[in-house]
């Protein structure tokens, strides 16, 4: 068994792990659970990407999903940069009392398991070459969640509460006016555009240096 093989089955099962974790143990007080957050979109979309790429390894598919891939690894990238500058600036936007909770969790959703997808489609998928489709995979996959937020999960949820609207995931959503809320959406998503073109620009450089992991 290669060295990719073993890296790609491992992080696929412990993805998994989390996955079935977030599923049967997940806190579903509010609607609809854990699945209202972002973080666990990526983490299910990088668990979705690490068994393509698991796949390819095994010699059972030859479609290299990159566009698809280039986005998981952003949303994920995402996913980082908004938990850490909101944790740091105020810890109570991101938690429900102001500490990280579990540190098994809280540190593989936000920190480890995005870095192993980063690590697969630069060094390993040698990724990032489908540009176009990582930004339409982005563009819908940011405007389904938003949707999803906006649309179903305020209308269901009771909490977070905020000044202007209660039950959308996050509490300073819930501090800011519609307007407010869309230039939020539309200012991260042209952030996720640049880290794009950042990790792009960077697996460039890895496949032309860096010999490929057997």
Known sequence: MNKTLIFRSVVTAVAVFYCLRFIFFGDYSQFP???????????????????????????????????????????????????????FADPMSVTSDGSLG?????????AVGP??????????????????????????IIAAYVAWAELVVQRFALTPTGT??????????????????????????????????IFACAAWVIRRTAPKAP
């Open 102 to 110: 579990q540190p098994w969790l809280e540190y593989y959703l936000h």
């Open 33 to 87: 659970g854990p699945f209202r957050y972002l973080t666990i979109w990526g983490l299910f979309l990088a668990t979705f990407a690490h068994s393509r790429t698991l796949l390819i390894s095994l010699g059972r598919s030859e479609n290299r999903w990159d566009g698809f891939i280039g986005a998981a690894a952003i949303v994920n990238a995402m996913v980082v940069l908004l938990y850490w500058r909101l944790y």
């Open 164 to 197: 202007v609207t209660n039950g959308l995931p996050y509490r300073f959503l819930n501090n800011l006016e519609f307007d407010g809320r869309a230039h939020f959406y539309v200012t991260n998503f042209i952030v996720a555009i640049f880290l794009l073109v």
């Open 115 to 140: 870095l192993l997808l980063w690590i697969d489609a630069l060094f390993l998928h040698r990724g990032f070459r489908r540009l176009v489709g990582s930004v339409l995979w982005l563009f819908g």
